[in-house]
């Protein structure tokens, strides 16, 4: 197959992750005889400092003339005060309006190996395999009026929802359970908010057109601990914009690390495909990132975007196989014990790929 990757490494941790991520797409493309084109375009912070807006015009060309996007993460402190339009995360959120990708999958797992690293005693996690899905384009992120008065004396935002968004996400959510253990966990606020009673009232309609899937309805706070106490408990966990953000890096503390989770945004044209974590500047430019969660986003791009799910599943296999050999970054590693670098770890996925 021929396929072209629009590639946009961003910045932090974002240009590591996706060089480990595009080594694995280029061994892949070669194992399988494909011919895989990777573009790399400026966006985030990195834009900025070229001069550009966070979202250039030819980046957002790049993206749409490609099959599918691979993204790093953004996210800069230089650019974190300045005014919106300025701001890297502006551009994420402009790239994700403008393809359209309403429906954000996160899937999260315990890996076998992975048991006793986690925060969690390892009964807890037995058996935790997730999928969070997550609606992308509306809700508080995007909703108007916004903004802050001119004395600073307050500053508001919009949760904002319409029928057809929340329908358009709740079939998501339950077509994807038919596909696992039949249970959709719907995440509100409805006992505080507006929009989450549209929300409750839409995806109740939405589930009687799926009587094989069960649907429970939980509030956010409370779904919060029970992610904690029993993981093991959720199959389909559907959220709006803001819960979906919030829970997600909650459910990856739960597994190990925050840095083990992929994510497909799907629903409009293309795909968009990126790591759920965020640029790390902490660790950046220190090869100490995990690259399994843009590692693991390559092979949802393989599956959702260009229909490879052969080729998806051996990269899942070679990172499986990877962490049950005992590879670790520093984030899974035993404190103050040996950790691999982000190429390093990489090359170990890499070499499990045969
Ligand atoms: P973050 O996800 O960047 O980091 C949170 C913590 O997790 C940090 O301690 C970091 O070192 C660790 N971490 C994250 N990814 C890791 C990885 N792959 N390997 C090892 N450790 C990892 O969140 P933050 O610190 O709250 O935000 C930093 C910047 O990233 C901010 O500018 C924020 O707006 C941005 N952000 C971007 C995205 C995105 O691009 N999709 C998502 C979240 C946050």
């Known amino acids: 197959m021929n396929a072209t990757i629009a590639l946009l490494p961003g910045d932090g941790i974002g240009p590591e ?40 015009d030819g980046t957002l060309r790049d993206c749409r003339a490609a099959d599918a996007v691979l993204l790093g993460a953004v996210g800069d402190p230089a650019y974190s005060d300045g005014p919106r339009e300025r701001r890297p995360e502006t551009g994420l959120l402009e790239l994700r309006r403008a393809l359209g990708v309403y429906a954000n999958l996160r899937p999260a797992r315990v890996w076998p190996g992975l048991e006793g690293g986690a925060a969690l005693r390892a009964e807890r996690l037995r058996g935790v395999d997730m999928l969070i899905v997550r609606e992308l384009t509306g809700g508080i992120y995007f909703g108007e009026p916004r903004g802050r008065s001119a004395d600073r004396a307050e500053a508001f935002d919009t ?36 929009s989450s009673r549209l929300w409750r009232e839409v995806v109740t309609e939405v589930a009687s057109r799926y009587p094989d899937v069960r649907l429970e309805h939980q509030l956010v706070d409370s779904c919060a601990m029970r992610l904690v106490s029993d993981p093991g408990s959720f199959d389909v966990l559907l959220a709006g914009n803001l819960f979906g953000d919030i829970l997600s890096d909650e459910a990856g503390a739960v597994v190990g690390s925050l840095g083990l989770l992929p994510s497909a945004s799907v629903g409009g044209s293309g795909g968009l495909f990126e790591p759920v974590h965020g640029s790390a500047p902490d660790i950046a430019g220190r090869d100490a990132a995990n690259p399994i969660g843009a590692i693991a986003s390559a092979a949802l791009l393989l599956r959702h975007a260009l229909d490879l799910g052969a080729e998806a599943d051996s990269i899942e296999r070679a990172v499986g196989t990877a962490l049950a050999d005992g590879c670790r970054t520093a984030d899974l590693a035993a404190p103050g014990g040996p950790a691999l670098g982000c190429a390093a770890m990489a090359r170990a996925v890499l070499d499990r790929l045969a």
């Not at 966006?43 to 966070?54: D, I, W």
């Not at 968004?165 to 606020?189: H, M, N, P, W, Y």
């Open 159 to 194: 949760m904002r929802y319409s029928t057809a968004e929340i329908e358009r996400i709740a079939v998501v959510a339950f077509e994807s359970a038919r596909g696992r253990r039949q249970l959709v966990t719907s995440v509100d606020k409805a006992n505080v908010l507006e």
């Open 17 to 56: 992750v996706i060089d480990a991520a595009a080594g694995v797409l280029e061994a892949t493309a070669a194992r399988h005889g494909h011919a895989f084109a990777l573009t790399r375009s400026p966006f985030g912070a990195a834009a900025l400092r070229a001069g550009e807006p966070p979202l250039p």
